[in-house]
């Protein structure tokens, strides 16, 4: 008897390229949209008790209810709040952020951004080469955790092609990138602390380091308001960078764009992206009033929890059980390398 192909993480495929939104009635998003809001009240009773950041408490309570991932009937709310929502919040948080505020990070900031992402890259392919795997792997490996985690692996992969990247391969990194990225979430806000960070150097840290935009935002607002705004424009610039990342990658591995079910090209700008550029340049004209500012953010720190904690709850936890641990060192490898850098170049710049 044939087995079924095992699941993909769901959780950060903001392009849609990893599951398509499931076709149903709008009576069946309803399940698993309200077990995200549940999980996300009670990390908001929770928060306001212990005066602990929201997103974190709605990772760790999404992370407790990943059993309810088995049931099929609570999928489509799930996909609909782990990756819509996660889009509109992103949106929404351009309502909070002025150019003044892109343009004051400077060009060192957005060359910082390249020079990690290149470094992360680099960091992967070598340690892929020293493990014994192929430069391929690497370079899913390091894209993955450079420039916007489950979403980069698949379009890499996807420009790669099978025949250098298997899909056990394919499957592992987004297990890994998922993991790590989630431990990100929890670490390294509380690495910015020990370094004694202001919000700026943290929240630069936090945008260039993370490998998922959920939790990259998550991690962001959870340090400090301003440094989540911080983390919201370096890591929409990585995300940017996909477009050439894929270009260049498909220069130095020819192999044409293939996915499952047909051929199509990787999008050039992600429409979220461009709609927090757009927001953010008509509140840096003073149109947007003070009060639709402020509903707007809070509705997207309400819906980043929510997404956060669908996420959590659809993590494949056990998959990462299942391998050895020699492959996911390219990730750990590639992730150190782009924390330090981040690191490195906020402590002595910033």
Excluded at 90 to 100: D, K, W
Excluded at 153 to 161: D, E, I, V, Y
Excluded at 179 to 188: D, E, K, Q
Aim: a positive charge; glycine letters at 8%; hydrophobic letters at 55%.
């Amino acid at each position: 008897m044939d087995m079924p192909p095992p699941q993909l993480p769901q959780g950060a495929d903001l392009f849609g390229d990893i599951e398509r939104t499931p076709a149903t009635r709008w009576r069946e998003y309803l399940p698993g949209l309200m077990v995200a809001v549940l999980a996300t009240l009670a990390a908001a009773s929770l928060a306001d008790r212990y005066n602990a950041p929201l997103t974190l408490l709605a990772l760790l309570i999404g992370l407790a209810m990943n059993f309810l991932s088995a049931d099929r009937r609570l999928t489509p709310g799930l996909t609909l709040a782990s990756r819509e929502l996660l889009r509109w919040a992103i949106v929404l948080v351009g309502a909070r952020i002025t150019i003044e505020q892109i343009i004051a990070l400077g060009p060192q900031s957005l060359l910082a951004v390249l020079a990690i992402v290149a470094l992360t890259i680099g960091a992967g392919v070598l340690a892929a080469r020293l493990l014994g795997f192929t430069p391929a792997f690497g370079t899913l490996s390091g894209g993955a955790v450079a420039i916007c985690g489950a979403s980069a692996a698949m379009a890499l992969s996807a420009t790669l092609g099978e025949r250098r990247v298997r899909q056990a391969e394919l499957t592992l990194v987004l297990v890994g990138t998922s993991a790590m990225s989630s431990a990100a979430l929890v670490l390294y806000p509380a690495i910015c602390e020990l370094f004694k960070l202001n919000d700026i150097q943290a929240g630069f840290v936090l945008g260039a380091s993370i490998h998922d935009v959920a939790q990259t935002l998550g991690a962001g607002y959870a340090f400090s308001t301003s440094a989540g705004e911080t983390a919201t424009i370096v890591k929409l610039a990585r995300v940017a960078l996909l477009a050439p990342v894929l270009a260049l990658v498909a220069l130095a591995f020819p192999q044409p764009l293939k996915i499952s079910g047909g051929t199509r090209a990787a999008p050039l700008l992600p429409w979220f992206v461009v709609g927090f550029f757009v927001v953010a340049c008509i509140n840096s004209t003073g149109m947007i009033p003070v009060q639709v500012s402020g509903l707007a953010a809070d509705s997207a720190g309400w819906m980043l929890a929510v997404s956060v904690a669908a996420t959590a709850i659809r993590s494949p936890l056990g998959e990462i059980l299942k391998t050895g641990p020699k492959p996911l060192l390219v990730g750990i490898i590639a992730s150190l390398t782009s924390l330090v850098a981040a690191l490195a170049f906020a402590i002595t710049t910033l």
